[in-house]
């Protein structure tokens, strides 16, 4: 059921290695021109049929694996796609338009693709949130008020009482509740530190 996606196998990929079956075709986040070097498993119910993505994408997509956890393929599709039709925002929770850039600044640097619309950070995301600020879908600087604004809009969404009992909200609303835990104890920090 955990099983990595490539232990079937016959050839393990080496990790953002482009794939050599690739289909040659552009990256399936249509609004990247970027050739579809990697492949991403659709779901965990489904390791043998793939997206292929750009560098870029691909670790944004991987970076999510663990929100789409319970999520039906039908149902990481739609995350995918969004109600805006993979317009940025093109991953979920980015409702106000910050997760795709923010990811794609930061993925584009980490890839050293120096492309034009990765633009300067203004101040550099702590590494040790990076993830938090993912799941949350918030922007780096950020505040303690905004995150828990944001904090408590997710945990109604994804609480399994507003969901059926459902399973998958469950995984969701724990992970939103760690990526919360981790992001407050950091501005919690640096707020101490900056008042010492
Ligand atoms: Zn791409």
Redesign the pocket.
């Known amino acids: 059921m955990s099983a990595p996606p490539f232990s079937r196998s016959t050839r393990r990929v080496r990790a953002f290695a482009p794939d050599p079956d690739a289909p040659g075709r ?4 249509p ?4 050739a ?1 070097d990697y492949r991403a498993p659709k779901s965990r119910d489904n390791l043998r049929e793939y997206y292929w ?6 670790r944004a997509y991987n970076a999510r694996w663990d929100y789409y956890k319970g999520m039906s393929p039908g149902e990481i599709e739609s995350n995918l796609r969004s109600d805006t039709g993979w317009q940025r925002p093109t991953w979920p929770l980015g409702r106000n338009g910050s997760i795709g850039e923010a990811l794609e600044a930061e993925l584009a640097a980490f890839a050293g693709l120096g492309r034009a619309r990765a633009k300067p950070e203004p101040e550099r995301t702590p590494s040790e949130i990076r993830e938090a600020l993912a799941i949350l879908g918030l922007e780096w600087p950020t505040s303690r008020e905004a995150a828990r604004n944001r904090y408590k809009e997710l945990a109604k969404r994804h609480h399994p009482d507003a969901n059926g009992g459902d399973k998958g909200a469950e995984e969701r609303l724990k992970t939103i509740n760690i990526a919360y835990a981790a992001l407050r104890s950091h501005l919690a920090s640096m707020q101490a530190e900056a008042s010492a």
């Open positions: 552009a990256c399936d986040n609004d990247c021109d970027l579809g993505f750009c560098l870029e994408h691909v």
